[in-house]
């Protein structure tokens, strides 16, 4: 839909349990009760990429680096100066 030119495919890898003890909002634990239902992960199955341009570890690498290896990528492909 996008065009191959103009996308940039970025997986960013964070394990569900880890997602889980993020969730300062509460909505894991919701859709654990069944409160919130098609969440993503828990009663809705998750497709890790195929072929991701980017992989972003965010529990080895802070958002700081992981900003900037997004940055760097776009900058080398040349949608950002």
């Known amino acids: 839909m996008v065009g191959a030119d103009h996308f940039v495919e970025v997986f960013v890898d964070t394990p569900l349990e880890v997602c889980e003890q993020r969730d300062s909002k509460g909505v894991y634990a919701k859709a654990r009760r069944g409160e ?14 195929e072929t991701p341009e ?3 570890d965010t529990v080895v690498t802070g958002p700081d680096q992981n900003a900037r290896r ?7 492909q040349g949608y950002v100066r």
Do not use: K, M, N, S
């Open 36 to 49: 919130i239902t098609g969440f993503t992960g828990i009663d809705d199955p998750y497709e890790v990429p």
């Open 54 to 56: 980017i992989t972003l």
């Open 70 to 76: 997004v940055l760097e990528h776009l900058e080398r």
